[in-house]
């Protein structure tokens, strides 16, 4: 098995602390009291938002290559940091992905991303096909 791409972010005090990237070129906040993000900052839900959709609209675009079929796509991806009611006084993260390609067909755009599922290394995490491996120092 090969590694394709690595990165490292560090953490110190959770998510009201500081994350940076190994290579100090990029830091995370958080929003303020009101919700708002100061200008140029972004946090760890914005990141995953345009990971998933820009990996998962990738796979799309190779199935709809592979099938021949041409279109503009755009995806939106809405994430949600809320009250996991699974468990009690913890948060999950709720994904919601909107699609448009206008020149496919709803039976067209429903086939491809459910085979974008299978490919995007991002909405496999969905599916359990992440993996965490924890390393204590």
Same mark, same amino acid.
């Given at each position: 098995?090969? #590694?394709?791409?690595?990165?490292?972010? !560090?953490?110190?005090?959770?998510?009201?602390?500081?994350?940076?990237?190994? $290579?100090? &070129?990029?830091?995370?906040?958080?929003?303020?009291?009101?919700?708002?993000? =100061? /200008?140029?900052?972004?946090? /760890?839900?914005?990141?995953? @938002? @345009?990971?998933?959709?820009? +990996?998962?609209?990738?796979?799309?675009?190779?199935?709809?290559?592979?099938?021949?079929?041409?279109?503009?796509?755009?995806?939106?991806? &809405? #994430?949600?940091?809320? $009250?996991? /009611? =699974?468990?009690?006084? &913890?948060?999950?993260?709720?994904?919601? +992905?909107? #699609?448009? @390609? /206008?020149?496919?067909?709803?039976?067209? %755009?429903? $086939?491809?991303?459910?085979?974008?599922? !299978?490919?995007?290394?991002?909405?496999?995490?969905?599916?359990?096909?992440?993996?965490?491996? =924890? #390393? %204590?120092?």
């Amino acid at each position: 098995m090969s #590694v394709h791409y690595e990165t490292q972010f !560090t953490n110190v005090g959770g998510r009201v602390g500081e994350s940076v990237a190994i $290579d100090n &070129t990029f830091k995370l906040e958080q929003p303020n009291e009101d919700g708002k993000m =100061n /200008p140029g900052s972004t946090n /760890p839900e914005q990141l995953f @938002a @345009a990971a998933l959709a820009s +990996c998962y609209n990738g796979a799309f675009l190779y199935h709809m290559e592979e099938a021949g079929k041409e279109s503009e796509v755009k995806f939106i991806v &809405t #994430v949600y940091l809320e $009250d996991d /009611p =699974n468990y009690e006084g &913890t948060m999950r993260v709720r994904c919601e +992905c909107k #699609v448009n @390609a /206008p020149q496919l067909t709803k039976e067209e %755009i429903k $086939d491809f991303l459910e085979k974008a599922q !299978t490919t995007s290394p991002y909405t496999k995490m969905f599916k359990g096909g992440a993996i965490l491996e =924890n #390393v %204590i120092e």
